[in-house]
């Protein structure tokens, strides 16, 4: 059967048409195809949600230095290279002050029976114990030690829950260590998130306690963040 020309001109326009969508799908892929290789250029500068925390001199908290003495049981004396993560942890030993995990670490060098330790130890009371220095890895984060800073935090009891004192001392100690080695809350973790062990065990016990850490760390540096400077 013969076509008519309306036909055929029907069918050249139709022929148009798909070409155009084409080339709009092609477009379309080019463009997220640029999109992707800039965020994966610049992961950091593009992702929204990221706070990126600047938080004043003055926003170190109080804390003993009593660095352990280096031992191949609790300060092997390494470098810690580009610090990518904070991970907090229980110590397991209710009611025990943070001075007494200290020399539980110190003692170790002595007793060999393990390897164990941590840069920071959160008390009962509030108080901060550095244990070694932050250029230096700890042992308490196993495949993650050589990347990530320990914090080891006390509690009263067999839950594992802190107290209020302590709490507010993991939230100012957590958020200055993110200002200082500029990191957001993703790179906050439990030692459960390395090994799946049961530490700390209260935040793994309680997601949503977890989360609302992490809320509350995003708070602190907000209200205690550097204004930006106006040009006046
Ligand atoms: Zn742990």
Not at 189 to 201: E, S
Not at 203 to 230: G, R
């Amino acid at each position: 059967m013969n076509q008519t020309t309306s036909q055929k001109r029907y069918q050249r326009g139709n022929q148009a048409k798909r070409r155009q969508s084409r080339r709009k799908r092609v477009f379309l892929l080019a463009a997220v195809l640029v999109a992707l290789l800039l965020l994966w250029l610049d992961p950091l500068s593009l992702r929204p949600h990221k706070i990126r925390p600047q938080l004043p001199d003055s926003a170190r908290p109080e804390m003993a230095v009593e660095l352990l003495t280096v031992n191949p049981n609790s300060r092997p004396g390494k470098k810690l290279g580009k610090v990518k993560g904070i991970v907090v942890h229980y110590t397991a030993n209710p009611g025990s002050s943070a001075m007494d995990n200290r020399n539980y670490f110190e003692g170790l060098k002595d007793s060999h029976v393990t390897q164990a330790s941590a840069h920071f130890i959160v008390g009962l009371k509030g108080e901060i114990v550095q244990c070694i220095p932050t250029s230096e890895i700890a042992y308490a984060s196993n495949q993650r030690n050589g990347d990530t800073i320990a914090i080891e935090v006390c509690h009263p009891d067999a839950s594992g829950k802190f107290n209020r004192k302590t709490y507010d001392s993991l939230v100012r100690l957590t958020a200055y260590l993110m200002a200082r080695f500029d990191l957001d809350t993703d790179q906050v973790i439990r030692h459960y998130d390395v090994t799946g062990k049961l530490c700390p065990k209260y935040f793994v016990e309680h997601p949503d306690a977890w989360k609302q850490f992490k809320t509350d760390l995003n708070t602190y540096i907000k209200e205690n963040a550097i204004k930006e400077k106006s040009d006046d």
